[in-house]
């Protein structure tokens, strides 16, 4: 299992279009993955799962994954999160 901490940069945090790229960004990928924010956790291939954690800009969340990708899915959702979903940051 890897975990790696992101913070949602992006000005409008993690709302719909966010949540879509990260849902369609981990189904690439054979690993699971789930999201953790202040002890919630959700799985990161629902699209409603990852609208249910608010996520504000500024907010920590960890992202957990498992399986035979794990690491190129790993490294594809952070860089994800650290160009802020193409937004301004």
């Given at each position: 299992m890897i975990t790696r901490e992101v913070t949602v940069r992006n000005k409008?945090?993690?709302h719909t279009r966010?949540?879509?790229m990260i849902v369609r960004e981990a189904a690439r990928f054979d690993s699971?993955?789930?999201i953790r924010k202040d002890g919630y956790e959700i799985n990161g291939k629902?699209?409603?799962?990852v609208m249910t954690l608010a996520a504000e800009q500024g907010a920590?969340?960890?992202l957990l994954f498992e399986g035979s990708d794990e690491t190129e899915a790993a490294d594809?959702?952070?860089a994800l999160f650290?160009?802020?979903f193409g937004?301004?940051?």
């Open positions: 409008a945090g993690v966010p949540a879509s699971e993955f789930f629902s699209i409603i799962g920590t969340l960890d594809a959702l952070e650290e160009r802020g937004e301004a940051v």
